[in-house]
């Protein structure tokens, strides 16, 4: 039957349950309902006693043998058996539940609990009550889909129709709800900061751009939170962290969408050194806590999550895993010529710092699979970090691989007024060059430093990368809720 015929069909049942008498959208249940999964915990008691226990949700199946009825009840805590007996709820209810009430229908049920021959525990209804009719019939086999995208267009029938999907999006709240208890505990204060910015700023993206009528100017959505959270280290804040979105105009692949979540901290009176240490505790502490050990399966590797991570620099990394012997000393052309080499094509305005990063990111990083940290970058890609005492071209920062994934990027912060100029101007010599992921010249920034910044140190964790790693997920999209995707033509 077409889908069309089926919708229809299910109207005409709507009109039925009307001219019954019955509210087919009631505002509240018609007698307590309690959870299934609460139910299900104490159904021996509930079994043993005369209580007859509440319970509403989503029909999920729907079987028939003469004049007896049985059907899954679901209401997201968890699932439960329910039996119809004509004689038991009448004939009349009997016959309007039987050709009315369809798989997708949502109904509360009150009745006796016993257990079958199975020993499944079930309700025995003695009344019953629809809550809501569904004029859409559910996919009957949704973990067959051919069409991937269609889960992710209609991600309400891929979380109802799949238990693995759903189990995934409750470890991503586990690891939230976690990791603000950890990060409370240890001193931080949560902050919120403004997603709608008059400049952008914070890392090297390309923006959103929109326009507010009133005040005729125009807004961006934030590409990260730093530049705000850093001003509240000047107001006298040692440690603040802030979890929530931030979005970049660039390409969608299998570890990118371009609204994404972080959890960013910093911490004054710290540098990168003690934060690498400290995001390996907590992460250890977190992993443990949430999957209950401390390895898990990623990609076809076991990972191996150790308290105390090693690190290698970000020039080794290039030498050791693109074979570029002493890179750097290479010239930008010498680089340009090396990424061509690897199929890569860099944009005429790169420099050599920027073409090394693609190489890193498009070549190197996908064989880091064990934890790593990588460490001191070249100031070039870094506006914002403090420079290495030792060597002024490169910056105080590291970033926490996984799998092949960066999962944190952090550093000791610039506190410099006067070098954080330089920085920007330097970043302003390339958006003259038509760079857009450059970071723009902040003046208001600038002037925060200038009324002084303790020393600091700050990163951010990306939650929709930290939930692949632990579920075992290749595809961004997977692990967030309604990822952006093309409009259907």
Partial sequence: MAFEELRKVRLEKLERLKKAGLNVFPEKAAFPLSEIAGIKKDFRRYARSKKS????????????????????????????????????????????????????????????????????????????????????????????????????????????????????????????????????????????????????????????????RRLDSDMYLRIAPELYLKRLLVGGFPKVYELGKSFRNEGIDLTHNPEFTTIELYEAYRDAEYLKDFIGRVLYALIKKVIKKDSFEFNGHKIKFLKKIPSITFWQVLERHALITHPEKLSQDDFRLRAKQFGLNPDSQDNKAKIANEIFSKICRPKLIQPVFVVNHPIEISPLAKNLSENQKLVDRFQLIIGGIELVNGFSELNDPQEQRVRFEMQEDLRKKEDREAHPMDEEFIEALEYGMPPAAGLAVSIDRLSMLLTDTSNIKEVILFPILKPKE
Avoid at 67 to 88: C, M, N, V
Avoid at 91 to 106: M, P
Avoid at 170 to 194: A, F, N
Wanted: no cysteine; charged share 30%; glycine share 10%.
């Fill in 53 to 212: 226990p509440g319970a509403g949700g989503r029909i999920l199946a729907k079987r028939e043998h003469g004049g007896s009825i049985f059907a899954d009840l679901f209401d997201g805590s968890g699932k439960i058996q329910i039996f119809f007996a004509k004689d038991k709820v009448g004939g009349e209810s009997f016959q309007l539940f039987s050709e009315n009430i369809d798989i997708g229908d949502f109904i509360s049920v009150s009745g006796r609990a016993f257990y079958t021959k199975k020993k499944e525990p079930t309700l025995e209804v003695s009344r019953w009550q629809i809550l809501a009719k569904a004029l859409r019939p559910l996919p009957e086999k949704w973990h067959g889909l051919s069409d991937v995208e269609e889960r992710f267009r209609k991600r309400y029938l891929d979380l109802l129709m799949n238990e693995k999907v759903r189990a995934k999006f409750v470890l991503r709240s586990k690891i939230i709800q976690e990791t603000r208890i950890i990060l409370d505990k240890e001193g931080y204060i949560e902050v919120e900061t403004p997603i709608l910015q008059p400049l952008y700023g914070g890392a090297l993206a390309e923006p959103f751009k929109t326009h507010h």
